[in-house]
């Protein structure tokens, strides 16, 4: 397999505040304050949302580029949905300022269905843990 992202997360307290590097970026997450953190950074689920997000907006302006289309201002709004059941859904909703057709918005959100991050979390990922070697 390729490798396509890396990131490295330490504690950096205090109680749930933690230091994330990924490629030349420095970010910040926590927990809210409801939680037991100090909501100095967006929780762990926020960045999920936020990778989504921002996978669909790139997508979708590149395929707009490409076909010559302008969407004026996009906006992608998400929330993640769990019932006590432990059944969880993100609802995504797709904002463009510039007036599309009916043809437009239904390709726009056939892409939407398709983009990288849609499909991973889509299909799940088998994740291997392991312990550092001294």
Do not use: F
């Amino acid at each position: 397999m390729t490798p396509v992202s890396h990131a490295s997360v330490r504690a950096a307290g205090p109680n749930y505040r933690h230091e994330i590097t990924t490629g030349k970026h420095q970010l910040v997450a926590d927990e809210p304050a409801k939680a037991g953190g100090q909501d100095a950074g967006p929780a762990p689920y926020d960045y999920v949302l936020t990778g989504l997000g921002a996978c669909t907006a790139i997508t979708l302006r590149m395929y707009a580029d490409r076909k010559g289309w302008d969407l004026g201002d996009l906006r992608v709004e998400l929330t993640l949905l769990k019932n006590r059941d432990g059944d969880t859904r993100i609802e995504r909703t797709l904002h463009a300022s510039a007036a599309l057709s009916d043809e437009q918005w239904e390709r726009l959100l056939e892409i939407a269905g398709k983009t990288p991050v849609t499909l991973t979390l889509q299909a799940g990922v088998s994740i291997a843990t392991t312990k550092a070697t001294a």
